[in-house]
């Protein structure tokens, strides 16, 4: 592939992770006014649940994409990265995302959230199985044996 094509790409990625990030702020945007202006939308569960397991998802979430920002450098320089946070989980990134979505929907009771975080994880599923395909292509069956060894894309015994 050509170096211009190459950064055309590259310029397209990075647009369309923006727009992404975007559409996730507005999204949580809305979801904190309307659950200031009319509660918590039907999320009927106590609130010192709701603040512990969103809690803990976000602090989960953080800590995972913590862990993944120590290791993005050497994804960029086009090295396949296994050792760490990616020799549990192939998608840490957007494992943090998921998890802080859910983990924001409790903390704000919102039912909005809620099913907007399900909505990610549909989204962010088709990307991850875009990525992978990409990766496949890349690094052959070095990226294979790497699947079979972790089998979880996002979390661990759940997907």
């Known amino acids: ?3 211009d094509k190459k ?4 310029q397209k990625e990075e647009k369309a992770k923006y727009l992404y990030i975007t559409i996730v702020v507005l999204i949580l945007s809305i979801g904190v006014c309307l659950r200031l202006f009319f509660g918590p939308f039907l999320f009927p569960i ?8 969103g809690g803990i998802f976000f602090l989960v979430g953080s800590i995972i994409s913590n862990q993944w920002h120590k290791l993005k450098d050497e994804i960029y320089k086009g090295k396949l990265v296994t050792e760490g946070i990616y020799a549990h989980i192939r998608h840490p990134h957007y494992s943090s995302i998921i998890l802080m979505m859910f983990g924001a929907s409790f903390l704000l009771q919102s039912l909005l959230v809620f099913l907007f975080a399900i909505l990610n994880v ?5 990307a991850a199985k875009e990525e992978e395909d990409y990766l496949i292509k890349k690094y052959g069956a070095t990226y294979k044996e790497y699947m079979k060894k972790v089998r979880w894309r996002f979390i661990p015994l759940v997907i």
């Not at 106590?46 to 397991?53: L, Q």
Request: aromatic content about 4%; cysteine-free; hydrophobic content about 50%.
């Open 46 to 53: 106590p609130k010192i649940v709701a603040w512990s397991v």
């Open 122 to 126: 549909i989204i962010l599923n088709q």
């Open 1 to 3: 592939m050509s170096r």
């Open 7 to 10: 950064m055309k790409e590259d």
